[in-house]
């Protein structure tokens, strides 16, 4: 069984590598059938990797203490669940994981796309396989989860804390999100390696952007009701550099799912577009390069291991090298269409942009300074709640309150009258929320009374703007309002699926304030 399994990885590993040779001679030189043959290799990869996982979780069902993976992370007496949820609960394990997500995308990617994109998706081939060629040489030549050793009675068991229901769902989704932040990378280098400054690139990704947008949100979101529940904090988010390093990505991908809106619309923010998708990818490799280093301190990161510096240096070389391409197309991407007016849906949405990547940088300092410090000066520091608190206030306050501007202002250029005829409404309702909370006692925490006022102007704009186009959906085809609603949202799926979102978010931020604005301590002698 581990020789299968080992065999199946080695497999894997050729296969990318003839993937990404073959892939990239054939997209510099046009060949059609090497390409096609460079893209059935890194399909056939993934069947390969997933040829490995089975032996694995095999070894881990059938309590085979042989392999060292699953003697460490298993016992006889794990319910079965727990025990294929191991699968994850290691370092090897979850960089199998990783591998099988990674090849699985990348399949279906080449499957969806290779006949409506050939030229591009010829340069998008070597992108992934290279990715693809990082992570099975890992697995072959650093950090084996085929390892053997002499039989034990019985194997170790799951660590404790992983033994929550909770953590059968939050570590897959957090690795969908991760390894699906590989499909735009792959899609934007090869449209910068293609030479095509058209859309064609983010029309491709937008649904896997999405997904992995999405998978990243939720498998946070189970993350704090583990953490609440076996770890204590005594809330949802305790600023760990490990949750800190899977936030950034989120907001990375948020900027970009924002600003290519601009680029589709107006053809503007090329340059940005590209340098948000290496973002979080980059962000991506960081937060399995912290999980994995042993450099910090986290609850949720591995014991020092080997794979470290491999990481640092993959990560290096994707941000170097990437940076150097986006670089070398500047002549080609530069847009020749300009802002019109600071008042402007695509205005806002920049502003909106550059408040989250403010903030994902400002939460990044915070990661990385200590390590820095420890690194230069050998002592180590500590970047505590009060700082990320700070600045989240700073970039998250304005940002929660453009969610209700934003989609609502007009493209090009907004007049002060449609202005005031969209947001009245909206803003006189906020301030009369504002104004009941204060007399309530909200305005102990300003910031606090202000989260809520901002939220109460986004969820009023939100709502006006489902009543004017129910209202103008029926008065145009008649019907119930019920079927006018309906007709409303099936017509416009993009623009009120977003609305929705808006909302949720605006849910979530009014808990957070609630939680952490009007929280209380108090001590007592037991």
Known sequence: M?????????????????????????????????????????????????????????????????????AAHTS?????????SAFWGGQEGSLLLWLLILTGYATAVLLVNRRSARDLVAWV?????????????????????????????????????????????????????????????????GALLARRTDERWIVATRRWTLLAWTALGVGQLLGSHWAYEEVGWGGYYAWDPVENAALMPWLAATAFLHSVMIQEKRGMLRV????LVLLAFSLSLFGTFLTRSGIVSSIHSFTESSIGPWFLAF???????????????????????????????????????LLLVALTLTILWGVAYPILHEAVVGESRIVGPSYYNFFLRIFGLPLLLLMGIAPLVAWRRASLRSLGLTFARPAAFALLVGAVLLALGAGSSIPGLIAYTFSAFVLAAIALEFARGTRARRALSGGSWPGAFSALIARNRRRYGGYVVHAAIVLLAIGIAGSSAYDTVSERRL
């Not at 199946?8 to 990404?20: E, K, M, Q, R, S």
């Not at 006889?76 to 294929?84: A, C, M, S």
């Not at 940005?272 to 340098?275: D, I, K, Q, S, V």
């Open 272 to 275: 940005w577009n590209h340098l």
């Open 76 to 84: 006889r007496e794990l319910p079965t669940g727990y025990t294929i």
């Open 125 to 189: 081939t070597p992108v992934l396989a290279a990715v693809t060629v990082f992570f099975a040489f890992l697995l072959v030549a650093v950090a084996t989860p085929f390892a053997t050793q002499a039989a034990p009675a019985d194997g170790n068991g799951l660590n404790p804390s992983l033994q929550n229901p909770y953590m059968m769902a939050h570590p897959p989704l957090l690795y969908l999100g991760f390894v699906g932040l590989t499909v735009p990378f792959a899609f934007a280098l």
């Open 315 to 353: 990560i290096c070389l994707v941000v170097l090298g990437s940076l150097a391409l986006v670089f070398a197309r500047l002549p080609i991407l530069r847009s020749k269409t300009k802002l019109e007016s600071l008042a402007s849906r695509e205005a806002t949405f920049l502003y909106n942009n």
């Open 2 to 70: 581990p020789e299968l399994g080992r065999a199946a990885l080695v497999a894997t590993l050729g296969l990318a590598l003839y993937a990404l040779v073959a892939g990239a001679i054939a997209a510099s030189k046009g060949r059609r059938r090497l390409a096609l043959s460079a893209q059935n290799a890194l399909i056939a990869a993934f069947g390969a990797t997933l040829v490995a996982s089975l032996v694995l979780v095999a070894a881990l069902i059938r309590h085979d203490f042989s392999f060292v993976y699953a």
